[in-house]
Each structure stands twice: as C-alpha cells, then as structure tokens.
C-alpha cells in the first residue's frame, strides 16, 4: 500500500503567554483526531505539542498535499482557536494566518512536512520506522547542520560507509526568500558536499526541504521549510519547524540522527523571534519557560504496522539522561550568549528583523541621520 505521513503543526494559543497550549486545547486535538481516524480520513494520528506549537501527526492513503488532511488540520486548529479565545489564552490563531485556505494549508501558517512511500513491510523496508522532530523559537533552517551531518558526515553516520548507502543522498535544498514559489535546488552528498554548506550555513535564507536515498531512490525526510514572515509580510512568530525521518535500514540509525543534537548549536529565534541562542533537546510536550525563552527540539519515535497504524507507544528520544548533559550545556551556552544583551551575534541581523517592530524604530532613526557638513548650523559655522 501507498503510505503518506503528514504532520501539520500550528501555535494557535497558550497559556501564560508564548509557552504552551491548554490542556482543553490538548484534548479537543485529541479528539478531532480520534474522529478522523473512526470515519476513515485518516489511518492513525497522534497529538503532541512542543512549546506553544501542537504537532498532529497522521499516517493516511491520500498522498501529500491532499485537500481533505489538510482542511482537517486546519479545522481541528481553528477548534482550539476558539478554546484559547475563550479562555483569553495569548496567540489564539497565531499561525492561521489568511481566513479559509483552499486546498492544502502549505502557505497558510501551519508547518507541514510530508512524505509518501511504498508500505510494504519487505525489503529494502522489513521494518518501517520513522522519527517526528518538532522545534519551537526556531527559525526554519535550524534543522540544516544536524540533517546535513546525519545524513552526509560519517563522522556522525557511520552509516554512510554501508552499502546501501555509501552513494549519498541528495538533498533538495528551498530558497525561503523566494517568495514567488518553492525554488528548489537539487545537489548531491558526497560531491556537492562543499556546495550543500555553501548554501546551509545560512540557516534563515535556505533550508533542507527533503533528503532522498540515491540508491532507493525513495525520501528519506521532509521538512517544513518556510518563513512565516515571508508568508505574512508581517512578523507573526517563528517558524517553529517540524521534520519527519524515516531511519534505520537504507537510512541514517536514530542515533546516528540525533548526535549532532548534542551540539546544541546556536540558531536563529528565541525572544521575539530575534536573537540567536542555542538549540535545547527536549522531552515531548515540554512548555517553553526556560531563561530568555532558549530555542527547543523534541523527537518522537514511531513504527509503522502493516496497515499503517501506528505502534501502540512512541520513543520519546531526549527523554533521556544522556540529554541531560547538552541541555546544562545548552544552558551554558544561551547564558554565555545572554551576556552581550542586544550585541552583535547575540541578535539576529538586520534583515531577519525586517518586517518587526524592531525594523520601525531602526527606520525611524535611519531618516533622521545628515551627512556632515550639511545641516544649516554647519554651514554658517
Ligand atoms: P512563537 O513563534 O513560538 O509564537 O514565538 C514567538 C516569539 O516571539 C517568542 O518570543
Ligand atoms: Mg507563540
Ligand atoms: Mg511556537
């Protein structure tokens, strides 16, 4: 059978400000999800949130981009909307950002990342398993460096020694300034190596938009990769993107995947989408409460049943005492960051603050500088 697994993420509310959603918000997800599942829409589904942002998580029939998945998300989304207002949660409807998309919601707010396959449980496949990231005050290339290390750097992928994937991946990499369509360049790992970091460096212009298998040629992950301020024209929060993976077999191991997480390395977002600060694992459902917001990710473990449900438990990977140790020295990090305030790197550029409040006031006093020597009192001196 032909599998899709979508997962279509949105912040539409929270509680006490940006950090997380309301348990009533949790459940009426929940629901609607069970719903979709006893008419058939949808095969099996599973709701988390990380930080402000709730994640739904689905395995159907229909294909990527397919209208009816993702009318539901946004429905199920617009539901919860209506719990935060109610409520007086902050954000309510955050990321739905135009009234009623027709279609699929790509473009619309919500992050979404896709990827559709041959289910057949044999080989290549004998086993399907599959990893959810999810990242909240992020901007949308924070996944570049550890899916470019996890699936290109034998220092971190051993794996890439193997047979069945020593001829690489190619990555399809998305120009997220390109606001006239997806603009897509493909280049290949191992001898675009040099090209793909060219590019990848600058986490808030290009990002990974999917990773394929050249010897299977089947995708490998999928990525949200868009700029909500783009979209907008308007800052309306960070991008906060979401992942799926497919690993192990043909693909990169989990832990092969999630090593160079432990980096904890700087991105773009944070307080008011604006700073740099280092990336902290997390465990699944954690709130963002931390000192100056700081950046999270969190990992979810999922096998696939013949059928296309979901096992009846999920891996919930940086719940774990190994993480312990990155998330003090993400801490570490974010303090050591924190105390240059406003200072260079410690903010995003310019350009990133563009269509932000912060832009206004930088503007405002843009107008007002003369060169010297031609203001009147010059002049007469
Ligand atoms: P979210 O995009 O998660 O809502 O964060 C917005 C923000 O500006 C945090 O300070
Ligand atoms: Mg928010
Ligand atoms: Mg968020």
Redesign the pocket.
Known sequence: MRVTLSVIKA?VG?IGG?TQPSDRMMEAVREEVAGAIDRGLIVDGYVSHT???IAIIMSHTRGENDTDIHQFAWNTFLRATDIAREYGLY?AG??LLVDAPSGNVRGAGPAVAEIEFEHTLEKPRPAESFMVLAA??CGPGAYNLPLFLGFADPMFCAGLMLPQMIKGFTFHVIDMDNTAGDSLIELNAPEDYYHLTALLRDNERFGIDSIYSRTYDTKAAAVSAQR?HSIAGT??????PVAIIRNQGVFPAPEELVSPFAKAHYVG??????HNMPLMPVAINTA?AGVY?LPIVSCLGFSLGRDGHFSDAVTDFFDNVAWDEVRRRAQNKGNEMRLQGWSGPAMLPYTELEYSGFRDTVTGLVDRFQIRGSTEAEAAE
């Open positions: 912040d929270s940006h930080g402000d942002d954000g955050q990321d909240d005050k909500l800052y309306t929060g960070k991008d906060d977002g944070d307080a008011r989408g604006s963002v917001c």
